[in-house]
DNA sequence: CGATCCGGCGCC
DNA sequence: AAAGGGCGCCGGATCG
């Protein structure tokens, strides 16, 4: 068993410590220390507790910047939003002070707001010259709250799981802010390369750059006009409503379809103008410093348990700006990517025999059409997307019935997640997240269309399927996520201690930056954690994860 | 004028 | 060929 020990910040460098027992009831005298990362680093010599505090997303980066790196720790808020939305009580305020305040029968006081995103080196000092607030909740009710945590975890359906959920959770949150800390290693000079190989030479005066200007005059003279600006959906609307084409609107696929010589200007303008516009020089000015992107990542922060970014935008790197992620001069990147894990998950928490027997090969989709779809791979990964995502219509449903009648069991795992959603019910993850409720009125009789009120109300019967589209989705969305964050939990321990560092997390892909002569290990590492992941929530499955592993000096490079 | 919504598209 | 889950971010349009 671990050592307990729970942790108060005082927001001034100290603060107070309090050894627990197992079941978090206090064991001697609260202590209270002037150095707080002294005190903690020096714990983290010795016995290495399991540190129970407020949040880490508050402390953690505090102790980061004075070199102290944890082991382990129990993150109370992160945990009380599980347990929240366990009960169905999803957006309640979920900070120590609100369970605190909810444990003793006080008035619950909201969250404080999130902070907005600030780019390193812009606003960071008002960080520091922020008036305090009132005193925050003292180390009892932090061991208070914990100790009640403790409890309603133990009466959740699955006490072991959760258990599990919540660890993750919680290392998650460490992950986050070290790899916040770390950055990704980020060539400013390889950025402008591909920056001037795509748009062409930066205009002087801050204005577009010239392969768009040279684009933008193509296209107002393929529609016989002076001027379009193709970043105005409604301009281009109009622009080819003028020469004939009437469009519901302008997405690439419907453009697409169009056959207009300024079909293919405006895609290739708008692709530009994307990269220009989110990931060119204003956006790297802003984000990159020191030859590291630093990004602030945001665990829990989306409902299927995925992470965010808060600003950076750095889950959505396009591929083509991956070529400005070098590693160090002798250092490499092992890039592990969980190849097809969302089928994978549903075929471990369906229980379906059959479709697990699929599970157990190195491609999910081709074993599927071997069995089920005539070799047919497309077709066969097809009916699986579409089974995960609700798809009704096209190609896909005579596809989904063959998936219907040779996978019931699987089949009806995500059908019967979609049915409670349009029923009004909550659905739950493997490790018992639970997704939130829906919007006011769906599933009651509250709602009235002032359009139509006699007959059947097309826009909430909408609802309804999208509704049962998102709890169809959550549950193997959801459980995908938790084997991803097990995997970089259980991978953390694994470099605790080596000059590995983790710089990069993506949904089911991770990176790691370290020196070339390690890459072998690390890559061990990575499977290994894979593997501990896939035992940790599904035992002995025959289900397998494979990682698709590369070892490369740029991020582009990584099949 | 700023705040917010929306269309569109990047990633998974 | 057709259109379905989760996000963040951008610029333009619109609201107050």
Redesign the pocket.
Known sequence: MFVLVAVLSDERGGGVLQPLDPAGAPLGRAEPVVNLPAVVAARERTDKPRWVWASGAALYPTLLRAGVVVQRCHDVELTEALLLGYAGRWGEPRALAAAWARLTGAPVPADPPPRV?TPPGAGQTALFDAVPGPPGPGITALTRVYADQLCRVAITGDPGRFRLLVAAESAGALVAAEMGAAGLPWRADVHDAVLADLLGEPSPVGGPPRRLVELAGLIAAAFGVRQV?A???????KAFARVGVE???????????VDHPAVPLV?EY??L???W??HGR??RE?WVRDGRFR?EY?PG????G?W?????????????IRRAVVADPGWRFVVA??GQ?EPRVLAAVSGDVRFAAAGATGDLYAALARDAFGGDRARAK?AL??A?????????VPALAVLRRSYPTAFGYVEAAARTGETGGLVRSWLGRTC?PGTAGLGDDGQVDPDEPGEVQPSRARAI??RG??T???VV?ASAAEWASTLLAVLRGELAGTRAELVFF????VIVHCPAAQAGQVAEAVEWAGRRATALLFGDTPVRFPLDLSVVECYADAT
């Open positions: 995103a600006h970043d105005s959906p409604a301009e281009l609307l469009l519901p609107n302008t997405r690439a696929w419907v453009l697409r379809a895609l708008k692709e103008y994307r990269i516009t989110a204003a956006w802003a990004p945001v922060a989306v409902v299927s995925r965010a970014t808060r600003g950076g935008g750095a889950l959505q790197i396009p591929k083509v990517d969980a894990l097809l997307l579409g995960m995502y609700g798809q009704t219509g096209g190609a896909a939130p399927r999208s589209r998102f169809r989705n959550f969305q993506q949904h089911d892909e």
